[in-house]
C-alpha cells in the first residue's frame, strides 16, 4: 500500500518532520501484524500499531526524537508483557524513522514509482544512512545493497502476498510498497452501497464506486473511494484488473443480471457476490444459463451476500456482513499465494 507515503508527505507539509513507526517483527500474539504504520508529529498521530500500552509508549519515544537529537532511525523491542503489561503475551520489535524535509523529494519519488510499479524498500537501520532503497524488478540486480537484502526485495517483488522482513542481523528492514492489490467494486449507489462504502473507507483497500445515478452519490466519500457515474456500467466491468472483488447491487433487476453476466464471463475476479435472497439466485442462474452461461461459472457467484450467522437486514448490518466475507475471501487467497511461494 501507499497511503503511508502519502499519509507522511501531508504530515511533512503541515508539521516539518514527523516519525514514521512501523512493526518490523513480531513474536507470538501481538496487536498488529507486521509492516503495520503509524505516523507521529508533535501534535498528532496517523494509523495505529495496535493501540494499547504499545502505541502508547511508541507515541511517547517519537516525540522524544522530534524534540531532541541523536540516531534518525533505530529498533526498539517490546516483550508486551513483561515491560508494557499487555496481556497479548508476545513481542513486537518496533522501527523508528524520523523524517524532516530532506526526504520530501525522495518520498514524492516514492509515490510516483509506486503508483506504475511495484517496489521493495530496503530501509538500512543506521544512524549514517537514512534513506531507503527502492527496488523494482527492472533494477534489482543492480541495486546497491547486500546480498541477502537483494534477495528479499527480489523475492517480495515475484511474490507479493510475502510479508514485510526484518534481516536476521537487524541491520535492514525490507517491504513492499505497491498500489493496492485489494480492489473492490461496487455497482450501486442505493442504502446497502452507501453503508458498505463506508466500511470499505476503513479497510485497507482501493475501492471503485459505480451508478448510474450521478446524483445519488455523497459529496463526500473515504480517500480510498473512487467514484463513477456512468450510463454504462457494465463497461467498469471489462476496465476493472484481474483479482478484483466485485459486488452487485444495483436498483435494478436487469442491470444487475447483464452486471452478473459480464462479470461471471470474464472469470478472473477473486470474489463475485450479487445482493438478493436464495430466490433471487435461482432465478438468475435460469436466465444465466439460459444465456449460456456454464453452470461451473455459476458456482462461483457468492448469492445471497455476507458472512454466515447475521440476519438484519438493515442497511449497515449487511454491509458488516459483506466486509467481513470480502476479508474472509482475501485473507484465504493470500494463504494460498504464501504457501505457494514458501514450498
Not at 501531508?10 to 516539518?16: K, P, Q, T, V
Given at each position: ?41 508533535t ?26 537529537s ?13 515491560r ?24 514524492d ?5 509506486a ?6 524498500l ?92 450521478e ?45 452478473t453476466?459480464a ?32 453452470h ?48
Open positions: 500500500m501507499t497511503e503511508w507515503v502519502v499519509r507522511l508527505q501531508s504530515a511533512l507539509a503541515a508539521e516539518g518532520h514527523a516519525v514514521l513507526v512501523t512493526i518490523a517483527a513480531a513474536r507470538g500474539s501481538t496487536p498488529r501484524e507486521v509492516g503495520a504504520k503509524m505516523i507521529v508529529t501534535g498528532v498521530t496517523h494509523g495505529t500499531i495496535g493501540g494499547g500500552h504499545l502505541e502508547f509508549e511508541a507515541i511517547r519515544i517519537a516525540r522524544e526524537a522530534l524534540a531532541g541523536g540516531a534518525d532511525t533505530w529498533l526498539a523491542r517490546f516483550p508486551l508483557a513483561a508494557l503489561g499487555q496481556c497479548c503475551g508476545g513481542a513486537a520489535t518496533l522501527l523508528f524513522q524520523r523524517f524532516g524535509d530532506h526526504a520530501v523529494r525522495w518520498l519519488e516514492l509515490a510516483r514509482c503508483e506504475s510499479d511495484a517496489l521493495a530496503a530501509s538500512p537501520i543506521d544512524a549514517d544512512a537514512l534513506t531507503p532503497v527502492p527496488v523494482s524488478a527492472r533494477n534489482v540486480a543492480q541495486a546497491v545493497l547486500p546480498a541477502e537484502v537483494r534477495a528479499a526485495a527480489e523475492r517480495m517483488l515475484s511474490h507479493p502476498e510475502l510479508p514485510p522482513l526484518l534481516t536476521p542481523n537487524g541491520a535492514w528492514f525490507v517491504e513492499r510498497v505497491a498500489s493496492s492489490d485489494f480492489r473492490v467494486v461496487v455497482f450501486g449507489n442505493g442504502h446497502v452501497g452507501r453503508a458498505l462504502v463506508q466500511v470499505l473507507g476503513t479497510l485497507p483497500c482501493s475501492a471503485t464506486w459505480i451508478d448510474q445515478r446524483e445519488d452519490f455523497p459529496g463526500i466519500v473515504p480517500s480510498n473511494v473512487a467514484v463513477v457515474a456512468t450510463d454504462a456500467p457494465e463497461d467498469e466491468v471489462r476496465r476493472a484488473a484481474p483479482g478484483s472483488l466485485f459486488l452487485v447491487m444495483t436498483h435494478s433487476h436487469a442491470l444487475d443480471l447483464e452486471l453476466r462479470i461471471l464471463e470474464r472469470g478472473d475476479f477473486s470474489y463475485f457476490g450479487l445482493i438478493g435472497s436464495a430466490s433471487k439466485r435461482a432465478q438468475f442462474e435460469r436466465r444465466l444459463m439460459a444465456l449460456g452461461v456454464p461451473a461459472l455459476l458456482s462461483r457467484m457468492t448469492c445471497p451476500i455476507g458472512v454466515a450467522g447475521i440476519r438484519n437486514k438493515a442497511p449497515g448490518a449487511i454491509a458488516v456482513a459483506v466486509a467481513a466475507q470480502l476479508l474472509e475471501s482475501r485473507e484465504r487467497d493470500t494463504a494460498i499465494s504464501v504457501r505457494r511461494a514458501t514450498r
